[in-house]
């Protein structure tokens, strides 16, 4: 008899329990929910170069090795290039490992010297699509050279974007990468 009464007291606890656990899972559906659905991460650099100049570091995929953050982190990294060899149309495919992962990017605009917008579409480690633009802004001997990512943030997204600061590890690597577009299009040709 003594189970008979303790497996009604165990099952009205397992009970409560269970309905904590969809009690938390629904709260923090609803807090993910109303989590932005757009995002948008933007990074800027002075680079002592004309326009052009870095404009055609950026313009042509096959450069992106000079100065992409991404592309010594897997020296592995199979790399393919399809369409012109640079601007509309350019194709930059990549599939790498754990810290690079594999997508692909088109270069979908390009105004010389001003604008260069890609189409950037993730499947590895997990599928999605924004856009990237770098925009050239010359001053004087000075171009003002902006990066910027934008795109829309399903529910997967906006859970992981409340553990991690998308705008943090995205923006560290476009400081980096910019750094590097610096480096080389302040680097005379040839050195």
């Not at 640079?86 to 599939?95: E, H, L, M, R, V």
């Not at 924004?130 to 050239?136: G, K, P, V």
Request: charged share 25%; with cysteine.
């Amino acid at each position: 008899m003594a189970e008979t009464k303790e497996s009604p007291k165990r099952f009205s606890l397992l009970k409560k329990i269970l309905l904590g656990i969809v009690g938390v899972l629904l709260v923090f559906a609803g807090v993910v929910a109303l989590q932005p659905a757009e995002f948008r991460i933007v990074r800027s650099a002075k680079i002592s170069a004309p326009a052009p100049a870095i404009f055609a570091h950026v313009n042509d995929f096959h450069k992106w090795e000079a100065w992409s953050p991404w592309e010594k982190r897997d020296p592995a990294m199979k790399k393919t290039f399809e369409g012109p060899g640079a601007g509309t149309g350019a194709i930059y495919s990549w599939a790498g490992n754990d810290e690079v992962g594999e997508g692909r990017m088109t270069l979908t605009e390009s105004r010389p010297a001003e604008l260069i917008r890609i189409r950037l579409d993730f499947l590895k480690p997990f599928a999605s699509t924004s856009t990237t633009e770098l925009a050239f802004k010359q001053e004087g001997s000075v171009t003002d050279v902006s990066w910027s990512m934008s795109g829309r943030k399903d529910f997967m997204s906006k859970a992981f974007c409340m553990f991690m600061n998308m705008d943090k590890m995205v923006g560290t690597d476009f400081e980096k990468g910019l750094a590097q577009l610096k480096t080389a299009a302040e680097t005379p040709a040839g050195k």
